[in-house]
């Protein structure tokens, strides 16, 4: 088993990592400004859109049907309506930003957090940015696991083109945490946790559903996924974006969040 299934493994590895990755760049913007933010959440809300329609919904629905892939869709949508009102992910900001007294002690060499009104909504998007391309990520794991089992080489080609859009998805994630926490730990740590769902999602499938998991089953969760990352962008990112921020600005951030998908899906 570790013989046929090891290089597939190492491969999602890979391409998660390069989350993390991404968010290094983040850490560059030290002193980033509040406007300056809106416009990189807005990159997110145009990578995750972007994603969601061309590449997910449109091989959920190649694959499955018009009708079934909508149906996961929007079942995404409600579904994350539904755990954006049961979990309190501006309570776990809350907590991030205002640690206990010896977790601050400990975090004292990364500097003082920034003491602005919209510090716990920035983390609230950032987290929640995370968890949309971590569950994004997660399905994006067993295909490149199950393509590289069928043909090596089309598993290699795919973790190069994952690898590649998943940098800018680390930037999206990183940048609002950092400016939010001032700390690179956290802000590492979190990009990497949203990337890391695509090596778990293959064990999942290597270790437990190998014999359940179908190709209309995947691609149904493709679909799902979308959903889930389409009510985030509306919901979190884009309405913290325009907030006291120049909206020109922000729909640039947009557009060229897009443009870049489209450079890397179809160029890669």
């Not at 996961?72 to 949508?77: M, P, Q, V």
Request: charged residues 15%; aromatic residues 10%.
């Amino acid at each position: 088993m570790i013989e046929q299934f090891g290089l597939p493994l190492l491969l999602t590895t890979i391409g998660g990592l390069s989350t993390g990755l991404g968010s290094l760049a983040s850490l560059v913007f030290t002193d980033i400004k509040r406007n300056q933010l809106s416009v990189v959440m807005g990159f997110a809300a145009g990578v995750m859109i972007y994603i969601s329609f061309v590449e997910l919904l449109e091989e959920a629905m190649e694959a499955s049907g018009f009708l079934q892939a909508n149906l996961a869709f929007f079942s995404g949508i409600f579904f994350m309506m539904l755990v954006d009102f049961l979990v309190p992910h501006t309570y776990i900001a809350e907590k991030i930003l205002h640690p206990s007294d010896q977790d601050m002690e400990m975090n004292a060499e990364s500097g003082p957090n920034r003491e602005s009104g919209d510090q716990q909504e920035v983390l609230s998007a950032g987290l929640m940015t995370a968890i949309g391309i971590a569950l994004h990520n997660f399905p994006e794991g067993i295909i490149v696991f199950i393509s590289a089992i069928y043909d090596i080489r089309l598993g290699i080609a795919l973790t190069v083109a994952i690898a590649l859009h998943n940098i800018p998805e680390g930037f999206a994630i990183g940048m609002p945490i950092f400016y939010a926490t001032n700390n690179r730990k956290k802000t590492f740590g979190y990009s990497l946790a949203a990337g890391l769902a695509e090596p778990v999602g293959a064990l999942i499938i290597m270790l437990l559903f190998r014999g359940l998991l179908t190709e209309y089953v995947v691609h149904l969760a493709l679909g799902f996924v979308a959903g889930i990352m389409v009510f985030i962008s509306l919901d979190e990112l884009l309405p913290l974006s325009f907030k006291e921020s120049d909206p020109h600005q922000v729909t640039l951030g947009i557009i060229t969040g897009m443009l870049i998908m489209f450079i890397t899906l179809n160029f890669v």
